[in-house]
């Protein structure tokens, strides 16, 4: 490792990074002064952007390197805190009367959308350039590596490069050693380099929202970790933040339902809806809406259709679906192409019978191949239109990877998250591919 060029790349790239924040910044700030047509100069306001700016650093956004999602928490939590510090500096103080407080709620909102979007198109350009990469050795084996090494490589938000020699930093996956030589490992790595990422073992918990207390009589850590959705505090945030955004969806909802419903009549006969018995909430059935996909006699088509592709039926074993299903309506491709065909269940939400987001509502049948482990977790809270398996891979993914991030989802629950697949479900649907 070249740490001189370490250190020039690490401090250039603070600078390009800050001033790009600080552009951005100035930008909102701009379009806010024409918006509210202000009479005094927007240079009265430039220590608002200060200000952000400061609290952009202590998120630590620019020293340490987080995919988007992560810097994006990082940015709107700053902003937010930014937002409350403002407001208690002009309350307090004379100044009050001489700022409009519209004007500066409308600055944040407008940050809110200039600082990420900037900040994007910012490092999509720098790390072109792989005098700002970061060269990472992945230390892991098989698969592990080769999975680590492909995100590293294709999610260029990071500016990651990996690499055996010359390395700025390392991970090491302990889940691909025993715990011997993961402490040699670690202790190896730990002289040639300052910075060392150990992936735990436990792959299915997310530690960044864990507790680690420390027992320093004994030297000795502990991690609390809890099934975070089976929280009644979370179940509480959760609920009021999905009937939240189900009141604000709700008329356009209904407006799409009814343009949906007429295409669905005009391409083929039959009712609009179809509904299916699925389980809920401790594994009770419940009617679950859809907009029907398949033509009415699909029984009969899909018969047919088996008999002269019988490669179908072991690849139904696997997915649970269809490669070519000759029972779906052109409209119906469409709408599960785009996840549209789940819309109805907004009804089940009304009932109370599914969240927004959640895991999938799954069949009665699959109770069985869920598997006693998976199913205490997932059949314990309610399913959701949309999900971490509907956005990271969609029909990609296997029966049992689909159960998996379901249970991951559960334990592992966060607000955060639920905005992040929220986001990630829009563009699925407009863009009719799965997210990552």
Not at 202 to 220: E, G, K, P, Q, V
Not at 280 to 302: H, Q, V, W
């Amino acid at each position: 490792m070249d740490t001189n060029k370490f250190n020039i790349s690490k401090y250039i790239l603070f600078l390009l990074l800050l001033l790009t924040d600080a552009f951005a910044l100035l930008i909102a700030l701009e379009v806010a002064t024409s918006l509210f047509h202000l009479e005094e100069s927007s240079s009265n306001y430039y220590w608002i952007t200060v200000l952000s700016l400061f609290t952009l650093l202590l998120e630590k956004v620019y020293f340490t390197r987080h995919d988007f999602w992560g810097d994006l928490k990082r940015i709107y939590k700053a902003l937010f805190f930014s937002f409350l510090a403002v407001f208690t500096v002009i309350t307090l103080t004379k100044i009050s009367v001489d700022y409009s407080h519209s004007f500066i709620f409308v600055f944040f909102l407008l940050a809110f959308f200039t600082l990420p979007f900037f900040k994007r198109v910012s490092k999509k350009i720098i790390f072109t350039f792989n005098f700002f990469k970061l060269k990472v050795h992945v230390v892991a084996k098989g698969k592990q590596k080769t999975e680590i090494e492909e995100e590293l490589e294709e999610n260029w938000y990071f500016g990651f490069q990996p690499t055996s020699n010359n390395y700025d930093m390392v991970i090491i996956n302990s889940k691909s050693f025993p715990t011997p030589e993961l402490e040699t490992l670690i202790q190896h790595y730990t002289n040639r380099t300052k910075d060392i990422y150990v992936i735990p073992y436990m792959s299915h918990l997310d530690f960044s929202h864990a507790t680690i207390i420390d027992y320093s009589n004994i030297r000795l850590s502990a991690i609390h970790i809890e099934n975070r959705l089976l929280n009644y505090k979370n179940i509480l945030i959760k609920y009021i933040f999905e009937k939240t955004l189900t009141l604000l969806i709700f008329p356009f909802a209904l407006f799409l339902h009814i343009f949906i419903s007429l295409a669905i009549k005009l391409d083929s006969k039959g009712s609009a809806i179809f509904k299916q018995k699925r389980l809920g909430k401790d594994a009770k059935p419940f009617s679950c809406y859809k907009y029907r996909t398949m033509y009415e006699n699909g029984d009969e088509i899909l018969q047919e259709y088996l008999e002269s592709h019988p490669d179908e039926k072991e690849y139904y074993e696997e997915y649970h679906k269809y490669k070519n299903d000759p029972r779906i309506t052109k409209i119906g491709n469409f709408l599960r192409k785009s996840s549209l065909d789940e819309f109805p269940q907004f009804y089940n939400i009304l009932q109370g019978k599914m969240n927004l987001i959640g895991p999938r509502p799954y069949m009665l049948n699959e109770r069985e191949k869920i598997g006693k482990v998976h199913e205490e977790i997932i059949l314990k809270v309610k399913p959701g239109i949309t999900g971490l398996w509907q956005v990271n891979g969609r029909n990609k993914l296997s029966f049992q990877e689909r159960v998996q991030l379901d249970s991951w989802y559960i334990q592992n629950w966060s607000l955060w998250g639920d905005f992040v697949i929220l986001l990630k479900t829009v563009k699925v649907v407009l863009f009719k591919v799965g997210a990552k």
